[in-house]
């Protein structure tokens, strides 16, 4: 599990559809063989560690659902170790567990903050909601709107500055999960002929 608070930006080495090496050095303090590492927002598990460096697999799903077939060599990743048992819960949930990729369609700045439009698909937009959670790259944010077929999000200085969002530009493909909690509540909604409990009668009697 992670919570969205990046703790370094990587640099592509190699990728290959089956596998990435990515240059680093804080991340590669106490990392081990098999650990989890989330590479934009991606969940990976350690192949090989060098003094510079690590080797992660990528499945073809992975590859095929997130947008490492955008990357290139010398791509800039965000980097976050698996949580530990004794650190702070500074963002929000992170399972690692990519849903869809999202475009950025516009990059405006606006004093010191920047906001970022996101076009993303309708399976995702469900789970996106205003002032809710949601994972770009790995980064923990908070939606500023959303709409049918995307969201905005204002990124304040430090995050702008210690990620790689001050390296993309409109076009550029970024990394979506959802928060975690979204799914439970429409898996907890929705009855065995796949119907959501919500209607009319069900907001009336609760008040709405």
Same mark, same amino acid.
């Given at each position: =599990? ?8 990587? /640099? ?19 990392? &081990? ?33 997130? =947008? ?14 698996? =949580?530990?048992?004794? #650190?702070?819960? #500074? ?11 999202? &475009? ?26 205003? /002032? ?33 969002? &001050? ?23 929705? =009855?065995?002929?796949? &119907? ?13």
């Amino acid at each position: =599990m992670f919570t969205g608070i990046i703790e370094e930006i990587g /640099k592509v080495l190699e990728l290959s559809e089956n596998s990435i090496q990515i240059q680093c050095k804080e991340v590669l303090s106490d990392l &081990k063989f098999g650990d989890s590492i989330a590479v934009n927002g991606t969940c990976l598990t350690v192949r090989n560690i060098f003094s510079d460096s690590f080797i992660a697999d990528i499945s073809p799903v992975t590859y095929r659902v997130t =947008m490492f077939r955008y990357l290139q060599v010398g791509s800039p990743v965000n980097l976050e170790r698996a =949580m530990s048992s004794n #650190g702070r819960f #500074g963002g929000h949930i992170v399972s690692g567990h990519v849903e869809s990729v999202g &475009k950025i369609i516009c990059i405006a700045r606006q004093g010191d903050f920047y906001l970022f439009e996101i076009e993303a698909d309708d399976f995702v937009m469900k789970y996106i909601v205003g /002032k809710g959670s949601v994972s770009l790259n790995g980064i923990s944010l908070t939606v500023a709107d959303a709409a049918d077929n995307g969201f905005k999000l204002m990124i304040i200085p430090h995050t702008f500055d210690n990620t790689n969002l &001050k390296y993309l530009k409109q076009g550029d493909f970024v990394n979506i999960e959802p928060d975690i909690l979204s799914k439970y509540v429409e898996k907890f909604l929705l =009855m065995s002929d796949n &119907k959501s409990r919500i209607n009319f009668e069900f907001l009336q009697e609760n008040g709405f």
